[in-house]
């Protein structure tokens, strides 16, 4: 059973940071790409970024590109968001999701998704 499970959203500041953590089980993390998507109210889904199988080359929409960083545990079956700088426009659901490749983020490539975590930044 295939299964991702996002935590770490919450109230945060403009200008302040989160880490979301997206624990995985049910497959082999090292032979997908985990990507994270979010989608705020009256949108549709975003990709962020994403981090590919093995090698871990990474990718970034442009609007977060320098304030966001993907990395990955393969060991803790795990992957991270490192989110600094945080900004209104930032605010959405955030959620998780499997792909054999990142596709540069593209949401309708992932095959299984997470429940998601509410991000929100705000003063």
């Known amino acids: 059973q295939v299964q991702l499970v996002e935590s770490g959203g919450g109230l945060v500041q403009p200008g302040g940071s989160l880490m979301l953590s997206c624990a995985t089980s049910?497959?082999?993390?090292?032979?997908?790409?985990i990507g994270w998507v979010r989608q705020a109210p009256g949108k549709g889904r975003e990709g962020v970024s994403c981090?590919?199988?093995?090698?871990?080359?990474?990718y970034y929409t442009d609007s977060v590109r320098g304030r966001f960083t993907i990395s990955r545990d393969n060991t803790k079956n795990t992957v991270y968001l490192r989110m600094n700088s945080l900004k209104p426009e930032d605010t959405a659901v955030y959620y998780c999701?499997?792909?054999?490749?990142?596709?540069?983020?593209?949401?309708?490539?992932?095959?299984?998704w997470g429940q998601g975590t509410q991000v929100t930044v705000s003063s």
């Open positions: 999701a499997r792909g054999l490749w990142c596709w540069n983020g593209a949401p309708e490539k992932y095959n299984y």
């Open positions: 049910g497959f082999i993390l090292d032979y997908y790409s």
């Open positions: 981090i590919t199988n093995s090698d871990g080359s990474t």
